[in-house]
């Protein structure tokens, strides 16, 4: 296309290329203006467009529990740790889930998966101790593990 039309926007339909949004950015800019709604909306449309991408499921499931929907969240993390066993995120955020509703056992299981192979990153040291804390408090029989999100 020469600079002329490029100038003036095209000379034919078949110039013009529509645009793909990129619903995941989208998401999480939304996520960030604390509009969780709207947000799991673009998530759904991501997720459309990319069905077996566990981070995808693994924010929808983050905004699920913002905004009260748990057994939405559990199935979100559940169905990304299917995709992909190792996510730590999901194990850490499935096992809290987990604990709110009272399975410990369940709980238990996944905080050990987050800690078998923790993330890596600057901030991480504060969700490793968390993690390894609410777990000793379980094992330890503790009626109430620290913690509970």
């Known amino acids: 296309m020469s600079w002329w039309n490029r100038l003036t926007g095209g000379n034919s339909k078949r110039d013009a290329k529509p645009q793909r949004i990129d619903y995941l950015s989208e998401a999480l800019a939304l996520e960030r203006q604390g509009d969780f709604d709207a947000a799991l ?12 991408d566990p981070k995808i499921l693994q924010n929808m499931a983050i905004a699920f529990s913002k905004t009260g929907r748990l ?12 995709l992909d066993p190792a996510l730590s995120g999901s194990h850490y955020g499935l ?14 299981r996944h905080l050990e998966a987050f800690l078998s192979q923790p993330p890596n990153g600057v901030d991480t040291g504060r969700w490793v101790r968390h993690a390894k804390e609410t777990l000793e408090a379980i094992q330890s029989g503790a009626d109430s593990p620290s913690g509970l999100e």
């Not at 809290?96 to 509703?101: D, P, S, Y």
């Open 41 to 52: 909306t673009s998530y759904r449309l991501a997720l459309r467009d990319h069905p077996n």
């Open 71 to 82: 057994e939405e969240a559990i199935r979100s993390y559940r169905r990304a740790l299917e």
């Open 95 to 108: 096992a809290f889930l987990l604990l709110k509703r009272g399975d410990t056992m369940g709980a238990s």
